[in-house]
């Protein structure tokens, strides 16, 4: 499986947009770029995915580099529910494979 | 908003009983998962499930374990015969496929699995 690598932690201000980064230069051209977080005590839960391009949701923004060895997971305006360990995740077939979790970031946010 | 549904939300065993852990997929989900997590570890794979059969499994995932989804709605995970290195959270997901073929996986709530 190609690697990512993500800070171990981060801090960040709340209403403040954060910027989490991963790297993952083994990526294939096949592979999905796929961003979890699991809030405490709780599951994972899906934040994100994108191939190539930039993508938008409801609840986060995926800038991927144009030679996709990076990507950042940009939450617009941190919210203190959004403190949790974020994952970036790399998937050869869109995500129906089982994830390989790495050890993530762990994001604080400070009131 | 449907979710997955995980029982029971906490389970102790002695060392070498048998456990089965209950899931309840989202209904018109397609792909089942089992994961665990060791205290203060990573989420690790231990199998997916598909077209009503293992279609990946990790190392972890050995001839202790199997995985059944008996009645059209619930997905289980059995341990044989527990060891205390089971002691973990155990995770049920499931995924319906997107558009594009990709697929997000939607995790249930846990199950603590304490082993004595």
């Known amino acids: 499986d190609a690697k990512t690598t993500q800070p171990n932690s981060m801090e960040s201000n709340e209403e403040e947009p954060v910027h989490l980064p991963c790297n993952h230069s083994?990526?294939?051209?096949?592979?999905?770029i796929h961003w979890y977080r699991q809030l405490p005590s709780q599951g994972p839960e899906y934040v994100i995915h994108?191939?190539?391009s930039n993508v938008n949701n409801r609840m986060a923004s995926l800038a991927i580099a144009e030679d996709r060895k990076s990507s950042t997971l940009i939450l617009h305006r941190a919210t203190l529910r959004d403190a949790a360990v974020y994952y970036c995740?790399?998937?050869?077939?869109?995500?129906?494979?089982?994830?390989?979790f790495g050890k993530g970031t762990h994001l604080i946010i400070q009131p | 908003e449907p979710e997955v549904t995980q029982t029971p939300s906490h389970q102790v065993t002695q060392m070498g009983q048998e456990v089965i852990l209950r899931c309840v997929p989202i209904?018109?989900?397609?792909?089942f998962y089992w994961y665990r997590q060791i205290l203060g570890q990573k989420v690790e794979f231990l199998v997916s499930?598909?077209?009503?059969?293992?279609?990946?499994k990790s190392e972890i995932f050995d001839d202790q374990f199997s995985v059944e989804r008996p009645d059209g709605s619930n997905f289980t995970l059995k341990i044989r015969s527990t060891k205390l290195e089971d002691s973990a959270m155990y995770f049920c997901?499931?995924?319906?496929?997107?558009?594009?073929?990709?697929?997000?996986?939607?995790f249930g709530p846990g199950t603590r699995l304490t082993v004595l």
């Open positions: 997901a499931s995924s319906a496929r997107l558009a594009g073929g990709l697929v997000e996986q939607f």
């Open positions: 083994t990526i294939s051209g096949t592979d999905y």
């Open positions: 994108g191939l190539t």
């Open positions: 995740i790399l998937s050869p077939r869109g995500g129906a494979d089982g994830l390989t």
């Open positions: 209904s018109n989900h397609l792909y």
């Open positions: 499930f598909y077209n009503n059969e293992i279609s990946e």
